[in-house]
């Protein structure tokens, strides 16, 4: 079986990185027989000038999107894409439009520990901003989630408190920027092919057999 390393640049706060999430799932589910997949969860902010309080995320969007309407549409058509994946979108809930720095420093400390802590924080940062409009910018939040997820909340509570690893994050933003990465979620299969946007599950799966039998015929013709 061949394995597959996808590194996800994507942000926390970005509702078209929770949906490419659920359909990579839904295209690794289908390969799974086959191909093996090891994901790495990458930095990027949407806001990177967001107060550590964070913003009003109703009047931003609308500043952002053009108007009220804009964002009812945007709304609209996110919450039914949600739908065919499982995510209940609750766009009226999130009150705050958080800085992401933290959260994205909560998950480059679960993926010192293991990939699965680290989906699991990803998994639980998605849902909290995005279904039960919950600040993850707030300091508490972060800790219920690392808790939630197998890691020491006063362990991270001290990490949190202090600036470690914020040059880090900022450094691989800095890098996936330069690298051309624009826009998220953005898909880096082992290191060489890149799928831009939140594909749907057989882009996804098509891309990711593609990349299997590539590397077999690799493989083949060094034997």
């Known amino acids: 079986m061949e394995r597959i390393t996808i590194d996800v640049v994507s942000d926390v706060v970005c509702p078209w990185c929770y949906l490419g999430k659920a359909r990579l799932e839904l295209a690794i589910a289908e390969v799974q027989d086959e191909i093996g997949v090891d994901i790495n969860w990458r930095p990027y902010r949407l806001n990177p000038d967001y107060p550590p309080e964070g913003v009003d995320q109703k009047k931003m969007l609308e500043q952002k999107l053009g108007g009220t309407e804009r964002v009812a549409e945007a709304h609209k058509m996110l919450t039914g894409y949600g739908r065919e994946v499982g995510i209940k979108f609750n766009f009226e809930a999130i009150k705050i439009g958080p800085n992401t720095l933290d959260a994205h420093r909560l998950i ?37 989630i690392a808790e939630k997820s197998g890691l020491q909340r006063s362990v991270i509570a001290a990490l949190l408190a202090s600036d470690a690893d914020s040059s880090v994050i900022l450094s691989e933003i800095d890098a996936a920027q330069r690298m051309g990465v624009n826009g998220v979620p953005f898909f880096i299969f082992d290191q060489q092919y890149a799928v831009s946007g939140a594909q749907t599950p057989d882009v996804l799966a098509g891309a990711l057999r593609e990349i299997a039998a590539a590397k077999a015929e690799a493989r083949a013709g060094m034997n």
Do not use: C, I, P, T
Request: overall charge negative; cysteine-free; proline content about 0%.
């Open 108 to 144: 480059h400390w679960a993926g010192v520990e293991d990939r699965q802590k680290q989906e699991a924080v990803v998994s639980a940062l998605f849902k909290a901003n995005f279904e039960e409009g919950r600040n993850v910018g707030d300091h508490e939040v972060l800790l219920d």
